[in-house]
């Protein structure tokens, strides 16, 4: 029987004296909770190349302090200001930085459970039409464990941006690689798959509908907003207001899971929470919304942990543990 390879451990620096790292969401038994989880691009290139309109240094480390309240986040663009959102985001487990714009793929994740990995994978293929190509982007592979013998596979993804035919190519190409992945490591596990992704089920060309039926995937916001009513191909696309959105609006940040055989999954709650990752006079600390996302986990069959498939881990070492738990 193998189990997770173990974590290899050190300190984290945290700047936020009296924070605390998250708990799970309630005192439960071992075979059921509640995952809050979130993605968020957080804008993290170099001052003057970075769309967003707060200054980096600060609202990075704003935004650190903020995912306190989640569980499990994947973060995107998080290149040239990681030190700062960690200074503040006190996680126990903590992938670390593969490196600034131009070195890193700027995907992270932070979890209030035990993680596994990273693996690092980059995009088969990129445009340069829109700077793809400058950075190696593509997706992460992580494994959490929310309780003894549960075991999820999470997905950290960036797609090609962009909305020029070559764009839509590489998306696409990326989506499906990411399709062979999961395929080939995930089969019968639990997934979340959380990003961006750059795509809307909208826009013709984009193949974000595709990716979730050929891995079986369920979108929150699909089900829990729109009555699992799937936006159609080649529609006006469902825009957001710069401030205040809705959650009827279409988001290319995105959420999706499945269940596995021995871990179920379901979403409860959709939420875009722009109100708590903003500046005083209200402007967004990143140039994305932050997607969360309520998603009940329980032991579906024999939850014994006996994966044979254990993760390397790409970069620098293994998961930081860092935060108030940090050795």
């Given at each position: 029987m193998a189990a997770l390879c173990p974590l290899i451990g050190v300190p984290a620096a945290t700047g936020?004296?009296?924070?605390?790292?998250?708990?799970?969401?309630?005192?439960?038994?071992?075979?059921?909770?509640?995952?809050?989880?979130?993605?968020?691009?957080?804008?993290?290139?170099?001052?003057?190349?970075?769309?967003?309109?707060?200054?980096?240094?600060?609202?990075?480390?704003?935004i650190g302090a903020g995912l306190n309240s989640y569980d499990l986040v994947n973060v995107q663009e998080d290149f040239n200001y990681h030190a700062a959102l960690y200074s503040t985001a006190v996680?126990?487990?903590?992938?670390?930085?593969?490196?600034?714009?131009?070195?890193?793929?700027?995907?992270?994740?932070?979890?209030?459970?035990?993680?596994?990995?990273?693996?690092?994978?980059?995009?088969?293929?990129?445009?340069?039409?829109?700077?793809?190509?400058?950075t190696p982007k593509g997706f992460t592979f992580t494994r959490v464990r929310p309780a003894d013998g549960l075991v999820i596979d999470v997905y950290n993804l960036h797609t090609d941006a962009g909305s020029e035919p070559n764009d839509l190519t590489a998306r696409a190409a990326n989506l499906d690689q990411l399709t062979r992945f999961i395929a080939a490591r995930s089969s019968g596990n639990a997934v979340i798959v959380m990003g961006d992704?750059?795509?809307?089920?909208?826009?013709?060309?984009?193949?974000?509908?595709?990716?979730?039926?050929?891995?079986?995937?369920?979108?929150?916001?699909?089900?829990l907003v729109r009555n699992g009513d799937v936006p159609v191909k080649g529609e006006p696309a469902l825009s957001c207001a710069e401030t205040s959105p809705t959650d009827d609006c279409e988001i290319v940040d995105k959420v999706l899971y499945r269940s596995g055989d021995r871990v179920s999954l379901e979403a409860t709650g959709y939420r875009n929470d722009h109100?708590?990752?903003?500046?005083?006079?209200?402007?967004?600390?990143?140039?994305?919304?932050?997607?969360?996302?309520?998603?009940?986990?329980?032991?579906?069959?024999?939850?014994?942990d006996d994966m044979d498939d254990p993760l390397r881990s790409d970069g620098v070492g293994s998961v930081d543990r860092g935060g108030s738990l940090g050795r």
């Open positions: 936020l004296a009296n924070a605390t790292a998250p708990e799970p969401s309630a005192t439960v038994p071992a075979e059921s909770g509640t995952l809050r989880a979130m993605t968020y691009n957080i804008a993290g290139l170099p001052e003057l190349l970075s769309s967003a309109e707060t200054d980096r240094q600060t609202s990075t480390t704003t996680h126990p487990y903590r992938t670390p930085t593969s490196g600034g714009a131009g070195i890193g793929s700027g995907l992270n994740t932070l979890s209030a459970f035990p993680l596994e990995g990273p693996e690092r994978v980059t995009w088969e293929r990129c445009w340069i039409g829109t700077g793809d190509c400058l992704t750059n795509s809307r089920y909208t826009r013709a060309g984009d193949e974000i509908a595709e990716f979730v039926a050929a891995n079986n995937l369920r979108d929150p916001w699909v089900d109100s708590r990752f903003a500046a005083a006079d209200g402007t967004p600390l990143s140039d994305h919304f932050p997607i969360a996302v309520d998603l009940d986990w329980s032991c579906a069959g024999d939850c014994v």
